[in-house]
């Protein structure tokens, strides 16, 4: 059962432009909603992550909305550039437990 | 301050064969955990260890067993293995304790798997 769905699987911006990546979850004992980074050959890296109780996040350009009500959260890449080009998971969980569920990832490239 | 390290990088296995892929950390991380990535599939739950002694099933363990070998070492094995489990595959730790800033795991470089 996917608890957390993740949508477009693959995204192509032109640089400059803002990349939005969308993520839907059903568990609302979830409390904590990270989003990952990894390159081609490499393992995931934290991004940014956002909690339940703020409605957005900023860290540079890159940017966390969150919906609670309707249980979803995006991200949001300004000013997009091709060094941003890599694939991108959302996850969730918290809630005291230790498991984080990831979305299927995007797919993101940045062309000049 | 290495963070995770997987071994190995690559292999290349028989139907069959088996093997043991290790994962160890020096981040003093109370929980380890073991994923496999596929395309499409996203990242998915082999086993998981809260804390050293202990031990779980995540969302697919079928033909996997796992080793908490001391609270730096964590290791899959895969006792005869199919082609079905061609994968790479990732180990995380977490440190665990109190705080929200704790659900944050950390990912090693990956092994890739082939099972032919």
């Known amino acids: 059962q996917q608890q957390v769905k993740q949508s477009p699987q693959s995204l192509i911006v032109q640089k400059g432009g803002i990349s939005i990546i969308n993520c839907a979850y059903e568990?609302?004992?979830?409390?904590?909603f990270p989003w990952y980074q990894q390159f081609p050959g490499k393992g995931p890296a934290l991004l940014i992550a956002?909690?339940?109780?703020?409605s957005e996040k900023k860290e540079g350009r890159f940017t966390i909305s969150f919906n609670k009500s309707a249980k979803q959260f995006s991200l949001h890449i300004m000013d997009s550039q091709p060094g941003d080009s890599a694939t991108y998971f959302c996850?969730?969980?918290?809630?005291?437990?230790?498991?984080?569920?990831f979305g299927t990832g995007t797919q993101l490239k940045v062309e000049l | 301050n290495a963070g995770v390290t997987q071994t190995p990088k690559f292999q290349v296995l028989k139907t069959g064969q088996s093997m043991t892929l290790q994962c160890a950390q020096d981040?003093?991380?109370?929980?380890m955990y073991w994923y496999r990535q596929d395309p499409g599939m996203g990242l998915r739950l082999i086993y998981y260890?809260?804390?050293?002694?202990?031990?779980d099933k995540g969302e697919v363990p079928n033909g996997y067993n796992v080793s908490r070998l001391n609270k730096r070492e964590f290791s899959l094995r895969l006792e005869s293995a199919a082609p079905s489990q061609t994968s790479v595959y990732f180990c995380?730790?977490?440190?665990?304790?109190?705080?929200?800033?704790?659900?944050?795991?950390?990912f090693g470089p990956g092994t890739r798997l082939t099972v032919t």
């Open positions: 995380a730790s977490r440190r665990g304790t109190s705080g929200w800033s704790s659900y944050e795991q950390y």
């Open positions: 568990n609302t004992a979830f409390d904590y």
């Open positions: 956002i909690r339940p109780d703020v």
């Open positions: 996850a969730a969980g918290g809630g005291g437990g230790n498991k984080l569920t």
């Open positions: 981040m003093n991380h109370n929980s």
């Open positions: 260890s809260a804390s050293e002694g202990t031990t």
